[in-house]
């Protein structure tokens, strides 16, 4: 195989877990698109500040699938503070590493957890909207 | 089981071919250059697979260069060809959709003054005659198209564009590398100036090639050394390979390739009627007998890949070379993909040790992959 995937990344890819979406979420979030080969869209529920639940669907590659998987399986159950803080790092960890030019993948999975717990604040009006702050900051 | 469906990347080498070559690694092992009799052994198997392959191709002889592959092939002539005549005339003509080692020596060319132009082609993948002719003018060195591209498979009219470069004066070089065993190859007929074949893609060994350049002109070395192949090519002759080459293109000629079309359209047709929403990319009459390039829609094509390779079936994304770098394919860009389709390719290139229950096999497991891929897909209808 030209690229190298650990077993778990192969485990991961063959086996996601969390796969499909939340009904009603408190947070979504999309990242990535289909030009680049990566699109992911994850649903959160979040419960007395603790992501509750956690779904993702993907169009991407067999370390798109295996990061995501694996990033979900670690912050559910996780506080909102604690999975803000949540790193790459960790999941290149987990999966026992990733090839070089894959390693952009457990990023983007970062991206978009923080971007679904962050429409979820704005939702609930813990957050200012990020829209209207990039308007005001102009404005300043 | 196991099924190897990626014979444009490389191909098993034929058993034929390697009972030939033995005796050249240990017994009749001299040196083409030694003047003693093993040396003169050597250089007797070397002359006579220069005889044989100028009699398939219907080239002369001394102007086929031995290399250690198409990519050293494309490379010499590019660069050696420009740079030997960069006074006389310094724009290089290429198609879009060459293989990347011809675009890379024209990119260093053009970093070294030469003006590089690319000939357009249209969605199946054939040079858009119009262009071209307007493109061609009295300053063009030397042109290059490949006779057939290697992701798509499409078939270009090399004789055609031979004879419209030389009508200005200008030189031509064809990459032929994946046009054997389908294409019969005339050089002289065809007027074609320079050539690249290497052995590994016609069931013959790795690191052996071929550059077929006419010495009438100029050509500067791109390796210097011993002087071998009239101080073109420097480097002891690969004889075991050379041999091994020349047995591989007379087998290639002499076997008909009839049922892999028939196994190819065969896979084809079960895709078609069994898996939903996916598309052939490129040309289905001008192309070779072995080739499916196949868009699944919304699933990424490394993924499938991957998947199959755990099957046991081996396939490829684009071209194989490209497969680790995440770069999506400049071919089926060319010819009109749109930027979200570009990711959701398989190629599948069958060769002549496939069989029917093989293609089966990787029918019925692409179904699987196919529809749990899309199972979990993000891209909404």
């Known amino acids: 195989m030209a690229l190298k995937y650990t077993k778990k990344v192969m485990d991961n890819f063959l086996h996601p877990k969390n796969i499909g979406e939340i009904k009603n979420p408190d947070g979504y979030a999309e990242v990535g698109n289909p030009i680049c080969g990566d699109m992911l869209t994850f ?12 779904k993702y669907l993907s169009f991407g590659c067999a370390s798109n699938i295996a990061t995501a998987s694996v990033m979900t399986e670690k912050v559910k159950g996780m506080t909102l503070e604690k999975a803000k803080k949540f790193k790459w790092e960790t999941i290149i960890n987990e999966l026992g590493g990733l090839p070089k030019q894959k390693i952009h993948c457990s990023v983007l999975v970062i991206k978009g957890l923080q971007k679904a717990i962050e429409d979820y604040e704005t939702k609930s009006g813990k957050k200012t909207p990020h829209r209207i702050k990039t308007h005001l900051s102009k404005k300043l | 089981m196991q099924v190897y469906l990626d014979n444009s990347a490389t191909t098993k080498l034929d058993k034929r071919v390697l009972k030939k070559m033995y005796p050249y690694f240990s017994e009749n092992y001299g040196n083409a250059s030694s003047i003693h009799f093993m040396g003169e052994d050597a250089n007797k198997a070397l002359d006579e697979a220069k005889k044989e392959i100028g009699k398939i191709l219907n080239c002369g002889q001394k102007n086929i260069i031995f290399t250690s592959g198409a990519s050293e092939a494309n490379n010499l002539i590019i660069k050696g060809i ?7 005339r310094n724009t290089i003509l290429v198609s879009e959709i060459e293989h990347s080692s011809v675009l890379a020596p024209v990119e260093q060319l053009g970093k070294e003054g030469f003006k590089i132009k690319y000939i357009p082609v249209d969605e199946n993948g054939q040079i858009k005659m119009s262009e071209f002719e307007k493109m061609l003018d009295e300053k063009v060195l030397l042109v290059s198209v490949m006779t057939v591209n290697n992701e798509i498979g499409t078939i270009q009219d090399i004789k ?8 200005k004066g200008a030189l031509f070089h064809t990459d032929a590398v994946q046009a054997v065993p389908y294409l019969k ?8 100036d320079f050539l690249s074949l290497s052995a590994h893609k016609f069931y013959g060994p790795k690191g052996v ?3 077929y350049v006419n010495r009438k002109y100029k050509i500067f070395p791109i390796i210097d050394g011993g002087e071998q192949e009239y101080g073109i090519r420097s480097g002891t002759h690969n004889i075991p390979g050379i041999v091994g080459m020349a047995e591989a293109l007379k087998l290639a000629y002499k076997e008909k390739t009839t049922h892999l079309k028939e196994l190819r359209d065969y896979m084809w047709d079960r895709m078609k009627a069994e898996i939903p929403n996916i598309n052939l990319n490129g040309d289905s009459r001008s192309r070779i007998p072995n080739n499916l390039n196949v868009r699944f829609e919304s699933i990424e094509g490394e993924a499938i890949v991957i998947e199959l390779s755990t099957k046991g079936i081996c396939v490829g994304t684009g071209s194989a070379c490209s497969s680790k770098k995440l770069r999506a394919s400049h071919v089926l860009k060319a010819i009109g993909l749109k930027d979200e389709h570009l990711n959701s390719n398989v190629r599948f290139t069958l060769g002549k040790f496939n069989t029917k229950k093989e293609i089966d096999h990787t029918v019925d497991s692409l179904k699987k992959v196919v529809k749990r891929l899309r199972s979990f897909t993000s891209i909404k209808k």
């Open chain 2, 160 to 167: 055609t564009i031979s004879k419209l470069t030389h009508k």
């Open chain 1, 43 to 54: 649903t959160i529920k979040v419960k007395n500040k603790k992501i509750t639940d956690i």
């Open chain 2, 82 to 88: 420009a740079r030997a005549n960069k006074e006389k």
């Open chain 2, 209 to 211: 090639g071929l550059a």
């Open chain 2, 185 to 192: 190859l005339d050089i002289n007929n065809s007027e074609i």
